[in-house]
């Protein structure tokens, strides 16, 4: 069994800086993919932002790129996300997700990943 944990979700100001912690537990998975998704009230779980373990590849959407970063822990056991220059349309429940390695095709689609985190919730006010 893989276990995700998010934290430091919060509510604070458009322009500010938030970073979100994932740390992971269980079993682990062979040369896993990992990835941010966000999901706001009554609309569908976006891509937010993906890591290949292996390489530490990373990939980003649109909306984030340049705003957000992913990165890791030297040990491999946590995921972060930088996120700055936060806009109201950020605010969202975020997820971690991971799941073996995939296509690159595939890393953007919340479908795809078998593990998740319970989110944490992320408020930025005008």
């Known amino acids: 069994q893989v276990q995700l944990v998010e934290s430091g979700g919060g509510v604070v100001q458009a322009g500010d800086s938030l970073r979100l912690s994932c740390a992971t537990s269980?079993?682990?998975?062979?040369?896993?993919?990992m990835a941010w998704f966000r999901q706001a009230p009554g609309k569908e779980r976006d891509f937010v932002a993906a890591?290949?373990?292996?390489?530490?590849?990373?990939y980003y959407s649109d909306s984030v790129k340049g705003r957000f970063t992913i990165s890791r822990d030297n040990a491999k056991t946590t995921m972060y996300l930088q996120m700055n220059s936060l806009k109201t349309e950020d605010t969202a429940v975020y997820y971690c997700?991971?799941?073996?390695?995939?296509?690159?095709?595939?890393?953007?689609?919340?479908?795809?990943?078998?593990?998740w985190g319970q989110g944490t919730q992320v408020t930025v006010s005008s």
């Open positions: 269980g079993r682990t998975l062979s040369n896993p993919d």
């Open positions: 890591m290949r373990w292996s390489g530490g590849h990373t």
């Open positions: 997700a991971t799941n073996g390695r995939m296509a690159l095709s595939a890393l953007r689609n919340a479908a795809n990943y078998g593990y």
